[in-house]
C-alpha cells in the first residue's frame, strides 16, 4: 500500500476481484471477489521533488540552489532536518561538504518545505562536474511510509575563468633625468582555468600609482589568450618629458584595461614600475638692466639682475657673464666685464645677480650694450639653451682716462736726507685727450694708506692725447720727517684733479721704500 497515499487510518476492506472487466462469460458471475478486512494507520511520506540552480557555473560565482520537500503521505510529518550536500558524485558519503542544514517543525500531508543553500565558488575551484544532493530527514526522525526516497540530486558543471594579470614590467633604466628615452618591456599572462577573448592593455605614465588622470602613452591589442597561457611581449621606446620634476613617477601596466574580459579576478590587472627622474633646470634672466642709461668711459656702473629657475630641476654651479657689445646680440669676441658665480639654484627659486662693474676708459663715444649671459661656460644642462641672453642699452661718452703705470728708484736703500732719484710713468688709457695739463706728485708714507702723507715733489705735464703713455724723471731731498725704516713711495697723476675722467681709482702706483 506504499502508493496509496490518500488511505486514513481506519478498517478498510482488501478485495480482490477476477475478470474485474467481464471479459468472459462464466456459468457463475457472482463468485468473482473475495475480501478480508484490513486495519489501515496512516503515516506520512516525505520527498524532495525540487532541486535546481544553473547549469553551468563559474569559478568565483555565487550561486544559489534550492529544493522543495513535500508530504506525499496522509499524517502530518514531526520535526526533521534537510541538508543539502556538495558532492563528486550521486551519493553521499564521508568527503561531501554540507552546504547547509535545515530545521522543519512539521510538515502537512500534501504541503511543501522549501531549503536554499549558497555556494560562493573558489577562484581555484577545479573545473569539472559536481553535484548538490538534497537529503530529506537525514536523521530518520519521522517514520514515513516509504524511506527509500528522501534524497534528489542536481548536476551542474564549473568552468574555470581567465585571469590575466600584467605578470612583468621592466625599463632599461629607473634612474633619469627628464628628457631621457627608455626602453619599455612589458608582459600578460592567463592565469585562469578559462579561455580569454581579445582585449587591451594599457601603458600609462603618472606622478602616482593610479590610472586616473594619467598619461596614455600606448594601447596595445592582444588576441585571444587560452588558459595559462603567456600573450606576446609588448615594447617601446619612451621619452620622459622634459617637464617631469625631481620626483619619482610610476609606470602602470593595465591588462585588460577596457575589463572586455570577465575574469575570476579583476584586482590584479596593474603592475608598477617606480621611475625616479631627475628634472632639467632652465635658467633665465627675470632682470636686467642698469642704474642710469649714460655713462662716461671708465665710469662705475650698477647692473641690476635677477636669474630664475624656470625649469623642473635644480641647477649646479654656473657663472653669469656680463658683457660689452656694439649691438644686442651676444658673441664671443664681446668684452667680459664682469662675472658672478652661484654654487647652485633650485627649481622655481631666484637669485639676485645684481653687481657693478667698470666700463673700459677706452670706448669711444656712442651705444652699447650690457648683455647679462647665464651660464655662460655653459655648465649646466637645461631644457633649453636658447634664453639665456638679456641685452640692455646704454649710451658711453669717450672721456681721458689718467693712470699711474710705473715708478722705479735708482738706489736702493736710500739714505735719511739724501737724495731720490728715478723714473715714473703715467697714460692716458681713455678715449679722449686731458684737454688739460695735469700735475703728477710725489708722496711718502709709512702705511701705505692715503692720509697726511709727506709731499715730495710735483711735476707739471701738458694736455696727453688719448691712447698715449709717457715717462719722467724725478730727483729730490728726503724730507727730514723721513726717518730710517719701512716707508713707501706713491705717484700720484693729476693730483690737482683738473682732468675729469671716466675712472679716479687707478691714478697712484705704489714703491716700497727702505730708508737708512
Known amino acids: 500500500l506504499s502508493n496509496q497515499t490518500k488511505l486514513t487510518s481506519g478498517d478498510w476492506n482488501l478485495l480482490y476481484v477476477t475478470d474485474q472487466t467481464n471479459t468472459h462469460k462464466e456459468v457463475n458471475e457472482k463468485n468473482n471477489l473475495v475480501s478480508t478486512k484490513i486495519k489501515v494507520v496512516a503515516m506520512p511520506q516525505l520527498k524532495p521533488y525540487y532541486l535546481a540552480s544553473e547549469a553551468t557555473q563559474w569559478q568565483g560565482d555565487t550561486r544559489y540552489y534550492t529544493s522543495y520537500d513535500r508530504n506525499y503521505g496522509t499524517a502530518k510529518a514531526g520535526a526533521y532536518k534537510v541538508r543539502h550536500y556538495l558532492s563528486l558524485d550521486k551519493t553521499i558519503d564521508k568527503d561531501d561538504v554540507v552546504m547547509v542544514t535545515r530545521s522543519v517543525a512539521e510538515l502537512k500531508p500534501n504541503a511543501t518545505a522549501k531549503t536554499t543553500s549558497v555556494w560562493k565558488i573558489p577562484l581555484s575551484q577545479k573545473p569539472g562536474e559536481y553535484y548538490v544532493i538534497v537529503h530529506t530527514d537525514f536523521e530518520d526522525k519521522v517514520k514515513e511510509s516509504n524511506e527509500t526516497d528522501n534524497t534528489r540530486w542536481f548536476k ?195 637669485t639676485s645677480v645684481t653687481t657693478s662693474m667698470v ?51 735708482k738706489t736702493s736703500p736710500v739714505k735719511a736726507g739724501g737724495y731720490l732719484e728715478g723714473t715714473v710713468e703715467h697714460g692716458n688709457d681713455g678715449g679722449a685727450a686731458t684737454g688739460v695739463g695735469f700735475a703728477g706728485s710725489f708722496y711718502v708714507s709709512n702705511d701705505k694708506k692715503i692720509g697726511n702723507d709727506i709731499l715730495q715733489a710735483s711735476n707739471t705735464f701738458i694736455a696727453l692725447p688719448a691712447a698715449k703713455s709717457e715717462t719722467a724723471t724725478y730727483k729730490f731731498a728726503l724730507n727730514a720727517a723721513v726717518k730710517p725704516g719701512k716707508w713707501w713711495l706713491y705717484y700720484f697723476v693729476d693730483s690737482g684733479l683738473k682732468v675729469s675722467e671716466g675712472n679716479e681709482h687707478n691714478n697712484i702706483v705704489w714703491l716700497e721704500l727702505d730708508v737708512k
Open 156 to 350: 551542474f558543471v564549473v568552468k574555470g575563468r581567465p585571469d590575466l594579470r600584467s605578470v612583468s614590467l621592466s625599463a632599461s633604466s629607473t634612474n633619469v633625468t627628464a628628457g631621457d628615452t627608455i626602453d619599455i618591456a612589458a608582459l600578460t599572462r592567463n592565469t585562469g582555468g578559462g579561455n580569454a577573448g581579445s582585449f587591451n592593455d594599457r601603458l600609462f605614465w603618472a606622478a602616482s600609482k593610479t590610472t586616473n588622470g594619467a598619461y596614455l602613452i600606448k594601447t596595445f591589442a592582444q588576441a585571444a589568450l587560452p588558459a595559462n597561457t603567456t600573450a606576446k611581449p609588448v615594447s617601446l621606446k619612451f621619452t620622459v618629458p622634459k617637464t617631469a620634476t625631481t620626483r619619482t613617477y610610476w609606470l602602470t601596466y593595465y591588462a585588460d584595461a577596457f575589463k572586455t574580459v570577465s575574469e575570476s579576478n579583476e584586482n590584479n590587472n596593474l603592475r608598477f614600475l617606480a621611475i625616479n627622474v631627475q628634472g632639467i633646470p632652465d635658467l633665465k634672466g627675470y632682470q636686467h638692466s642698469t642704474a642710469g642709461s649714460s655713462f662716461k668711459a671708465g665710469n662705475t656702473v650698477t647692473v641690476y639682475g635677477g636669474v630664475r629657475n624656470y625649469g623642473s630641476g635644480p641647477a649646479g654651479k654656473f657663472r653669469v657673464g656680463l658683457y660689452l657689445s656694439s649691438d644686442a646680440k651676444y658673441s664671443k669676441d664681446d668684452a667680459l666685464l664682469k662675472t658672478i658665480t652661484r654654487t647652485g639654484l633650485k627649481q622655481y627659486t631666484n
Open 359 to 409: 666700463l673700459p676708459s677706452n670706448l669711444k663715444s656712442g651705444t652699447y650694450y650690457v648683455i647679462q649671459v647665464i651660464d655662460d661656460q655653459s655648465q649646466v644642462a637645461e631644457t633649453s639653451e636658447t634664453n639665456n641672453v638679456l641685452a640692455y642699452k646704454i649710451t658711453v661718452s669717450a672721456s681721458p682716462d689718467l693712470v699711474a703705470k710705473k715708478i722705479t728708484v
